[in-house]
């Protein structure tokens, strides 16, 4: 079993930064590709960002590359996501999931434990 909590969302000023967190407990993290989706008002939820179990190898999505950052460190078992030059169309829940190694890391379906989001709005 596996517990992931976010943290660090928040209201934010188009332009502005924001560092979100996700802390896990339970077994395993160390061992499992990590990401971050999120979900805006009346969309589908979207694929942001992923890293490898080693922190080495990084993905994103066209949308915020350039602008975020994920990161982790298996000693504190947390992962952080780095949002910088925020745009209002980046207002979402953002969540944090294991990758269950079910497929792609984009997709949503190969994620196993997810947290239960955290608020982002960032205004105009």
């Known amino acids: 079993q596996v517990q992931l909590v976010e943290s660090g969302g928040g209201l934010v000023q188009a332009g502005g930064s924001l560092r979100l967190s996700c802390a896990a407990s339970?077994?395993?993290?160390?061992?499992?590709?990590m990401g971050w989706f999120r979900q805006g008002p009346g969309k589908e939820r979207e694929f942001v960002a992923a890293v490898s179990w080693s922190g080495i190898a990084t993905y994103y999505a066209d949308s915020v590359k350039g602008r975020f950052t994920i990161s982790r460190d298996n000693g504190k078992n947390t992962m952080w996501l780095q949002m910088n030059s925020l745009k209002p169309e980046d207002t979402a829940v953002y969540y944090c999931?294991?990758?269950?190694?079910?497929?792609?890391?984009?997709?949503?379906?190969?994620?196993?434990?997810w947290g239960q989001g955290t608020q982002v709005t960032v205004s105009s």
């Open positions: 339970g077994r395993d993290f160390s061992t499992n590709a």
């Open positions: 999931a294991r990758d269950a190694r079910r497929g792609s890391m984009r997709s949503s379906s190969s994620y196993d434990y």
